[in-house]
């Protein structure tokens, strides 16, 4: 029988040097040298059982939305349990760990959609806990990211039932505060004006 030394272990583990280097990931993305910051990031928070993309501006999505060839970041979070984020097609596979901010940095370099699957079993539905990448054109993108930060804007109808006369100034004009671009110092500066008189 022959002998294996601990030398000849070591070789074997040992990667190939003719591996590739950039060949971490699957079809339809590629890893970023992470130098420079990313061109979009999104958090992502796991839970049972859904992914929750949370993009700048407030938007809030039940499907992550890309760039097609643009560095993304996700912040991942787990809520309750872990879970772990999983797009076979990319070979992208992320455990989400509860109490650990965990960042995923990726090049989406194939427009299309693509399952993402939860692949740590975190429950009874654990199963149902999928959701789609969804890579397309920038201006595509863009195009979601403006309509969906138009729907998450507060409802004007919320204050309809409210009787005006009940509110201070900074109350009654919050609603508006994002359609105007007037931010919370400034309505607290009204509002001061207001009550002088
Ligand atoms: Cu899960």
Excluded at 27 to 56: C, K, N, S
Excluded at 67 to 85: E, R
Excluded at 120 to 140: D, F, N, S, T
Aim: hydrophobic share 45%; glycine share 6%.
């Amino acid at each position: 029988m022959p002998t294996i030394t601990g030398a000849e272990i070591e070789m074997a583990a040992a990667p190939s040097e003719a591996a590739p280097v950039e060949n971490h990931y699957g079809v339809g993305a590629a890893p970023t040298r992470e130098t420079t910051p990313p061109d979009l990031a999104v958090d992502v928070a796991a839970m049972q059982f859904a992914w929750i993309f949370t993009y700048p501006d407030e938007v809030v999505a039940g499907e992550l939305h890309v760039p097609l060839g643009k560095d993304v970041l996700l912040n991942l979070n787990a809520q309750d349990v872990i879970h772990s984020f999983w797009v076979p097609q990319f070979r992208l596979k992320q455990d989400v760990i509860p109490g650990q901010a965990t960042q995923l940095r990726f090049v989406a370099t194939k427009a299309g959609t693509y399952p993402l699957v939860c692949a740590e079993l975190c429950g009874g539905y654990h199963g149902a806990m999928r959701a789609e990448v969804i890579v397309q054109p920038e201006a595509e993108f863009e195009a979601w990211l403006a309509e969906n930060r138009l729907a998450s804007q507060p409802a004007v109808t919320e204050t309809i039932a409210v009787n005006p006369a009940e509110l201070t100034p900074a109350d009654f004009l919050a609603p508006y505060a994002q359609t105007f671009g007037v931010d919370g110092g400034a309505l607290a500066s009204l509002d001061s004006q207001f009550s002088q008189k």
